[in-house]
């Protein structure tokens, strides 16, 4: 069985910080691009950061242009784990925060694209 889980959400002030990790158990991603993404109550799913799996353009990131310069993603294939550092946070980054496996070849950008997800953390950044 298949298993992402999140850890590291929380309560902080604006300007703050927050690390996120996401662990996957049941079988390995190293190949595979992994995502992080969040949702605000009332809104959509949305696209936060993604990083490449090993291979050609191994460990490439993305991020969305809401957080970029603020947000950093990594990952340890040993540890099978996704990791994201949030610096400068700001209160529109509310939101609970999923990261998930892309097992398509759909665009890493869209939620559509990927196949396992995680529970979810939440994350309150407070003015």
């Known amino acids: 069985q298949v298993q992402l889980v999140e850890s590291g959400g929380g309560l902080v002030q604006a300007g703050g910080s927050l690390s996120l990790s996401c662990t996957a158990s049941g079988r390995t991603f190293s190949g595979h691009v992994m995502g992080w993404f969040r949702q605000a109550p009332g809104k959509e799913r949305e696209f936060v950061a993604a990083t490449t799996g090993s291979g050609v353009n191994a460990y490439y990131a993305d991020y969305a242009d809401s957080v970029k310069g603020r947000f950093t993603i990594s990952r340890s294939n040993a540890e099978n784990t996704v990791y994201l550092q949030m610096n400068s946070l700001k209160p529109e980054d509310t939101a609970v925060y999923y990261c998930?496996?892309?097992?398509?070849?759909?665009?890493?950008?869209?939620?559509?694209?990927?196949?396992?997800w995680g529970q979810g953390t939440q994350v309150t950044v407070s003015s």
């Open positions: 998930a496996a892309h097992t398509s070849g759909g665009s890493s950008r869209t939620h559509l694209s990927y196949s396992y």
